[in-house]
């Protein structure tokens, strides 16, 4: 991947976090989410009252890619911090990602750096994953 891209969506992913609406928690997250297609689609979490209807950055940032109709995806960047350590997606999340792209690399930014903490796969933090075809 070239990295002006790789760059660009952390860039985007560490401007969508601080849009974050999390009243309850405080926990801002960021997701930039880059397509085979060379577009970065963005998401934050959205908390609410009723806890379960609380949707993580990583999901909608799939979601909005799906809704334009992009169906490939290239990386997944999250960013976040949590005692100045990197943050990993749910499990919800990677489930969710699995459907799609149960490889795809993922990228753990620092949020109060701005700087990748750590590069790993989905396959490697889901390695057993459900699907209704295995």
Aim: glycine share 6%; with cysteine.
């Amino acid at each position: 991947m070239k990295s002006e891209l790789l760059q660009h969506a952390i860039t985007q992913s560490l401007a969508v976090r601080n849009r974050s609406y999390s009243p309850y928690s405080q926990f801002k997250v960021g997701a930039a989410l880059i397509t085979k297609s060379g577009n970065i689609f963005v998401g934050t979490n959205v908390e609410n009252g009723s806890y379960g209807a609380t949707v993580c950055a990583e999901r909608i940032a799939l979601f909005s890619a799906v809704s334009a109709g992009e169906r490939e995806f290239e990386t997944l960047i999250v960013t976040a911090d949590m005692d100045g350590k990197a943050v990993y997606p749910c499990g919800l999340c990677l489930q969710v990602f699995s459907e799609f792209a149960p490889q795809i690399p993922v990228v753990l930014v620092n949020a109060s750096t701005g700087k990748i903490e750590k590069e790993t796969t989905l396959d490697t933090l889901f390695p057993h994953q459900f699907s209704l075809n295995s």
